[in-house]
């Protein structure tokens, strides 16, 4: 606890700024603004819940811990500084390494503008045995009258480098067979079950099996619509031309072996604002990058 009281002192701000230990086993942080909340885990400065009015929009899995050098399942994984398998070597990480660290708080605020939380961290002298880079990331998280997120990457080496990266959202939905994803009409896309095949969407997107595709090009505006809850988020995002939608289904959770149920895919649906597939960033000695995300929730369908 002693850390989480250092953290209160130094960052805390009453009724909008508050650090706390988590049931989960790690420390928190809980933003709160109007009748919005919002918990972040300094444990890959992940986002774990966003309450609007009392509703929770975002799944996580009833298995789901905070444990070093581990990841959590659900919320908004960060993924970073690559997206799915290693590019090269499928003996690293999948998704990056920083999503298994707690981060450094660096500042919090709250205004009219909404409350926040900045994180950040930088690649050390073992994560180079990973990835031969020197970088910095920050995340900053912003809760108004809708949900931000902003990944911001700094080269502070002296080489280039080639950077793939996601905000991997599970969204919690009343259940899948209720759920559409608009916004990706016409969209090319890479069918992970079929070898990466290229493909092109032909209207909304309904789930009916395992799904894992990464979409490329105007992904800038994505609407989940869940019928079965009444409502929609409407998804907008920068820096980023490409999404990626993802249900496990059945054989998938079962292999998975933390989704908390056998039937947890039934309640969940992630749409990942990436950098991935075609979309990779190359970024030059001392270039930034940044890639964010909006969430807005919409009453009705």
Not at 105 to 121: D, E, F, M, P, R
Not at 174 to 197: M, P, Q, W
Request: hydrophobic content about 40%; some cysteine; proline content about 3%.
């Amino acid at each position: 606890m002693g850390n989480i009281d250092r953290l209160g002192k130094e960052f805390g701000i009453e009724g909008k700024v508050t650090f706390e230990k988590s049931a989960l086993g790690g420390p928190v942080v809980r933003l709160q603004h109007g009748t919005s909340e919002a918990l972040v885990a300094l444990h890959g400065a992940q986002v774990l819940n966003w309450l609007v009015d009392g509703r929770g929009l975002l799944w996580l899995s009833s298995a789901a811990r905070i444990r070093p050098g581990k990841g959590i399942r659900g919320g908004i994984p960060v993924c970073w500084p690559w997206f799915g398998d290693h590019p090269t070597d499928g003996s690293k990480p999948a998704h990056g390494f920083v999503r298994h660290r707690e981060w450094h708080v660096l500042a919090t605020g709250a205004g009219a503008g909404g409350t926040t939380i900045t994180l950040t961290t930088s690649v050390t002298d073992r994560d180079r045995a990973l990835w031969p880079h020197q970088a910095t990331a920050k995340v900053i998280v912003t809760l108004s009258d809708t949900l931000s997120i902003a990944l911001e990457t700094a080269n502070t080496g002296d080489a280039s480098f080639r950077l793939t990266e996601a905000l991997h959202t599970y969204f919690r939905v009343h259940d899948i067979s209720s759920a559409r994803v608009t916004g990706l009409e016409g969209c090319n896309y890479l069918d992970k079950l079929e070898g990466f095949a290229r493909k092109q969407q032909s209207g909304a997107i309904d789930i009916a099996a395992e799904l894992d595709r990464i979409y490329l090009g105007n992904t800038a505006g994505i609407t989940l619509a869940d019928a079965g809850a009444g409502h929609r988020i409407a998804i907008t995002s920068e820096g980023s031309r490409s999404a990626v939608v993802w249900n496990p289904w059945t054989d998938k959770t079962a292999r998975l072996g933390d989704m908390g149920a056998p039937d947890a895919f039934r309640q969940m649906l992630c749409i990942e604002t990436a950098n991935a597939g075609d979309d990779i960033v190359t970024l030059a000695h001392g270039a930034r990058h940044r890639m964010a995300v909006t969430y807005r929730y919409l009453a009705g369908v």
